[in-house]
């Protein structure tokens, strides 16, 4: 399966991606409307405010943007505590404003859980933490000190006691539920984003591979009629040359190293600058071609075809299009049961009229019941333990394999489905009785079903390229 490096699983958003011109810009409108509530306040409500005080502290906030912005430039990138500095500016600010205008009986007080989300979203948890005590100590202090609100002629407007401690528990509720909600929301949206990161890496290097075989078909294609011109002259001058022994035998090393250039590229690559051959195939080699780096890996690889053994394969199967995306997910499916796998891992092809199934299970300890609804998301961290694996010390599943491997194969249009063939493993000693090949998995298994018709190539298409196939010996 493939992991991610260590800083992609890290549970954590990213805080040194906010942008000073972002506070500052979200700071002018907080300052808009401060200003515009105290005018209404006092021009319409006819309200008796601290004037002084209110403007004083909006007059600090513009000094604060004023000189952020000559300071610093706009593309600035504010640091963990520069960005918990700048918020807790932001809360104090606020408080001290609703300080002055009634407390907690100011329905606007409600403005001190922004920078707490703030945080929460775009801070990691410590700052998230600090962020939040700070608001929750400054609501509990605004719940007891604060200037009342009265109007000209004297009246005090203050709301009754039960009004305010409910004010004060509603906030105090909405900065706990509202930061840990963002919170969570953030880092499931960072990890997968991370994760569809790795998911486009992983298929752009099967890309790049499967681009590098046909690099190499066609320059076994152009260099067989160069290799074949070489032999043919050193063979011509091998006869001329039977009364020169030293020669001969130079040519003779020459004949014999174009035919090792000759074997070398046939194994390398098909022969063929667009061999149509490479763009489909007959499921079970598709299959085959996802497994085979995991043959040698110490388990047995089981790959059967309709219940049949894979060398007992049938002529009619379906055609598939190779495409990278199919491989490399099944090739992932594939390695997460070599790797947890106790002896065996089973490949089961079978097909109807509608549908392509294939089930790849293993006779490991199967997925932890309590995380089977979860399996196929990233950093799933107690993926499938089990004992330490000598060959991959330190080995701890994280998810992220299984991750790839169902985006890419729902990519193509399969569907996944995760399950354990055994959950008590009540069947697994009679299982191990029976030879491998008639054997069924006893751990986890991982079904792909593909609707034939939107996927199977039909065989007309194949027909017609393989007329239109420059690499066709009938051509």
Not at 5 to 11: A, E, G, R
Not at 22 to 31: P, Q
Not at 311 to 332: F, T, V
Request: proline fraction near 5%.
């Amino acid at each position: 399966m493939v992991h991610a490096p260590v800083n992609m699983v890290i549970n954590e958003a990213r805080y040194d991606w906010m942008r000073l011109r972002t506070l500052v810009m979200l700071r002018w409108l907080a300052i808009a409307g401060q200003s515009a509530a105290v005018i209404i306040a006092t021009r319409y409500l006819e309200l008796d405010l601290r004037l002084d005080l209110s403007v004083t502290a909006i007059g600090i906030a513009v000094g604060f943007n004023i000189v952020a912005i000559l300071i610093f430039p706009e593309n600035r990138r504010l640091s963990e505590r520069a960005a918990l500095n700048t918020l807790l500016f932001d809360l104090c600010q606020l408080a001290s404003l609703i300080y002055l205008t009634g407390g907690l009986s100011n329905p606007f007080s409600m403005l001190l859980i922004a920078p707490v989300v703030i945080a929460a979203t775009a801070l990691n948890l410590r700052a998230t933490m600090i962020i939040s005590f700070a608001a929750v100590l400054m609501i509990s202090i605004l719940t007891w000190q604060f200037l009342p609100l009265k109007t000209m002629d004297g009246t005090l407007l203050i709301l009754p006691s039960t009004f305010i401690y409910g004010m004060w528990a509603a906030l105090l509720i909405s900065i706990g539920f509202l930061a840990f909600f963002a919170r969570r929301v953030t880092a499931e949206t960072f990890s997968m984003s991370q994760a569809l990161a790795a998911t486009q890496m992983a298929l752009d290097r099967e890309q790049r591979l499967t681009a590098l075989g046909g690099v190499v078909a066609a320059a076994a294609h152009e260099l067989g009629t160069p290799l074949a011109t070489i032999k043919l002259v050193s063979t011509e001058l091998m006869d001329e040359l039977a009364d020169r022994p030293d020669l001969r035998q130079d040519m003779e090393l020459i004949q014999s190293q174009a035919n090792r250039c000759r074997d070398i590229l046939h194994d390398m690559g098909r022969a063929g600058k667009d061999d149509t051959h490479l763009h489909h195939a007959p499921v079970s080699a598709v299959i085959e071609e996802a497994a085979a780096p995991h043959i040698s890996r110490g388990k047995t690889i089981i790959i059967r075809v309709n219940g049949k053994p894979f060398d007992k394969q049938p002529d009619n199967q379906p055609e598939i299009p190779r495409l990278p995306e199919i491989i490399h997910g099944i090739r992932n499916l594939v390695q997460n049961g070599v790797d947890f796998a106790d002896e065996n891992v089973w490949i089961d092809i079978t097909w109807n009229p509608e549908t392509i199934h294939l089930h790849i299970g293993d006779d490991g300890p199967g997925f932890p019941p309590e995380l089977l609804g979860r399996i196929g998301e990233p950093f799933v961290r107690k993926h499938r333990q089990k004992k330490q694996n000598p060959d991959r010390p330190g080995y701890e599943g994280m998810g992220l394999g299984l991750f790839i491997a169902k985006t890419l194969l729902e990519r193509c249009g399969a569907e996944i489905n995760f399950a354990n063939g055994s959950e008590h493993r009540f069947n697994a000693a009679k299982a191990r009785i029976l030879a491998p090949n008639q054997s069924r998995s006893t751990g986890a298994i991982v079904e792909v079903v593909f609707l034939r018709k939107s996927f199977e190539v039909p065989v007309d298409d194949i027909r017609a390229a393989l007329d239109d196939n420059p690499n066709n010996p009938v051509n």
